[in-house]
């Protein structure tokens, strides 16, 4: 006799197979979870061991222990930790524009499932600055990325470990990284930028930096929009943050000279030790930035990878030099303002035949392969280094990422939802 059967089964199926097994053939529990598939379940979602499960659920326990813990089992599939969106936001983000609550949606891959959708354990999450435009309301078509839904998790960047698949490309235990839910477990249907992790010889939560979207942002904007050669100097806005590390250390190894801008007397230490900046600087005691910058590029700025916008961009132009590239990847002095900032010196563009484009990361997502077989090699043989600014828990995510837009972050912001 086979039958099968999982933890979304009603208990009394489970249990009257389980009484059917005992009694006539003697099966141990655990043999009987896995013969049911119910041990794998119990794995994936209470995330024990098998030695774990084992001892749980041993020889010695009784029927009723037996049928407490497959209910148990049932009640936890179902709490789901969340950070939820309460309104549109307006001005600087506050934490209590987002609430963290536990949810108790039935957490299985919707009916016809194998159209392609995944169940997801998430791990860690990725702090980004552009998730600051999604908190605003904005009209279809305004951004390449639409608006959150107050009332409904967060959505943004993370590593997570897949449950149940209705997705060839993806099985169960696979690593992925991607666009999930600010929330523990997540079905994702848009699969199609889901990415499988094959290296899992690094830091799992790398891919949600220098592995992940914001590595292959510095990448693109470097190497594909700017065109370094050689000898070129190269200046980089916001450089601490995640990507702005990576662009630096890029220019680095493409023969540049680097100088990043940052917040705090203990980030522009980490750009000049850590990251191998040639010369950094605090934007906050410089009185006179255009000055700050001649004194830093007496011959002019050939590449600048802007990051914040504002007051910063309008001195980048002036220094700018002839046929200069301009990388526009973020301007996040821009994003908490009612009214942004304008730019006064975009005259410069014409008389210095500047190259000026704002790029994203999807569009370069072809070229993940290739930015793999750099940076991978680079980090193994420390030719890259990397920092992440770590806080554990769901419950602390929107101080994070608050956090993120008063520079309160040391390198790439990353929540730990779960070590597994």
């Known amino acids: 006799m086979q039958m099968q059967a999982n933890a979304s089964s009603p208990f009394t199926t489970l249990y009257s ?10 099966a141990d529990p655990l043999t009987l979870l896995v013969s049911i598939g119910t041990h794998t379940t119990l794995q994936t979602h209470l995330h024990l061991e098998r030695e774990a499960a084992a001892e749980a659920i041993g020889k010695s326990s009784s029927k009723l222990q037996i049928a407490s813990f497959i209910a148990a089992a049932q009640e936890v599939i179902m709490r789901n930790k969340q950070v939820i969106l309460r309104d549109n936001v307006s001005g600087f983000p506050k934490e209590s524009d987002m609430q963290v609550t536990t949810g108790s949606t039935e957490l299985k891959l919707p009916e016809g499932s194998s159209s392609g959708a995944v169940l997801v ?13 999604r908190m605003t309301k904005r009209h279809p078509g305004d951004s390449y990325v639409n608006s959150f839904n107050p009332g409904s998790p967060l959505t ?7 449950l149940e698949s209705g997705d060839p490309k993806f099985k169960q ?3 992925v990284w991607g666009i999930t839910g600010w929330e ?35 990448y693109a904007g470097f190497y594909e929009v700017c065109s370094p050669k050689k ?13 702005g590390q990576l662009v630096g250390q890029f220019a ?5 000279y680097v100088v990043g801008s940052a917040g705090s007397k203990e980030k522009v230490d980490l750009l000049k030790n850590k990251f191998g900046f040639d010369e950094a600087f605090n934007y906050k005691e410089e009185p006179n930035l255009v000055a700050a910058l001649k004194r830093y590029f007496p011959e002019g700025i050939d590449i600048y990878f802007e990051n914040v916008g504002g007051k910063m961009l309008d001195a980048v132009l002036l220094n700018m ?28 563009v014409i008389s210095k035949q500047l190259r000026m484009e704002g790029f994203v990361a999807p569009s370069y997502y072809h070229l993940y392969g290739k930015f793999l077989e750099m940076v991978v090699p680079a980090i193994n043989e420390g030719k890259i280094t990397y920092v992440e600014d770590v806080v554990e828990g769901l419950e602390n995510a929107p101080a994070a990422l608050v956090g993120l837009f008063a520079g309160r972050n040391v390198g790439k912001q990353v929540v730990v939802v779960s070590r597994e």
């Open 121 to 133: 354990k998430n791990l860690y999450l990725s702090c980004d600055p552009y998730m600051r435009g």
């Open 252 to 256: 680095k190894l493409s023969g540049c």
């Open 173 to 175: 235990g696979d690593f």
């Open 184 to 218: 523990e477990y997540s079905v994702i249907t848009a699969t199609e930028a889901l990415f499988k992790i094959h290296n899992t010889d690094v830091p799992l939560s790398y891919y949600t930096g220098i592995l992940g979207m914001p590595g292959i942002t510095a």
């Open 17 to 26: 197979f389980y009484l059917y097994k005992t009694q006539n053939h003697r």
């Open 321 to 348: 030099r002839i046929h200069g590239r301009i990388a526009v990847c973020g301007m996040i002095s821009q994003y908490n303002l009612e009214q942004p900032e304008g730019v006064h010196n975009l005259t410069s």
């Open 231 to 243: 000898g070129e100097t190269v200046y980089v806005s916001a450089a601490s943050g995640a990507v």
């Open 156 to 162: 943004g960047y993370g590593v997570a470990k897949v």
